[in-house]
């Protein structure tokens, strides 16, 4: 194939995109580690009220995002609030001086929740994590969950 036919099929790719029951349209596309395919499923959806609309990405092997991967989103979507105060404390405990500097103390203030993931399951726990940027553009913070836990934080400057 020559690199213009493939440059056109690529522009005009018509995506492929299913009808998930919980998270309504997604867009399938997919990623290849360590030589396996890894469907992704991708939308934009209100999160809560107050919010604007975020991306949402759910990594499956399967045919769509599985039940403990809509489990995880409805537990994310009902403890919110606590999620994002697990997330200040462990900013303040183990960030502190580079949160200062960007003025990331406080994720519910100056920041904007633009992503979601939910990877695949591993084990007993399904890994996921939430990425904010700052509203002033200044910094991004990225946050790792497995399970219930805060894996890690990752807080840079975006300039």
């Known amino acids: 194939m020559s690199l213009l036919g493939a440059l056109i099929r690529g522009i005009f790719r018509r995506r492929k995109s299913i009808n998930d ?9 997919y990623v290849k580690v360590d030589g396996r395919k890894i469907n992704y499923f991708s939308c934009e959806k209100k999160f809560l009220p ?3 609309t975020v991306d949402i990405t759910v990594y499956s092997s399967g045919t769509g995002p599985s ?8 537990k994310l979507t009902n403890n919110y609030l606590e999620i994002t105060e697990k997330i200040n404390l462990k900013i303040k405990a ?3 001086e580079n949160a200062e500097a960007l003025e990331a103390t406080d994720i519910n203030k100056g920041f904007i929740l633009e992503s979601i993931s939910i990877h695949e399951e591993e084990g007993d726990a399904v890994n996921w ?5 700052a509203a002033e553009g200044k910094a991004y913070v990225d946050v790792n969950f497995i399970g219930e836990k805060i894996d890690f934080i990752d807080i840079d400057s975006l300039n």
Request: overall charge negative; aromatic content about 14%.
């Open 94 to 96: 183990d960030h502190a």
């Open 67 to 74: 039940e403990r991967q809509k489990m995880t989103f409805k």
């Open 129 to 133: 994590d939430l990425e904010y940027i």
């Open 50 to 52: 107050g919010h604007d």
């Open 21 to 29: 029951e919980f998270f309504g349209e997604m867009v399938v596309d």
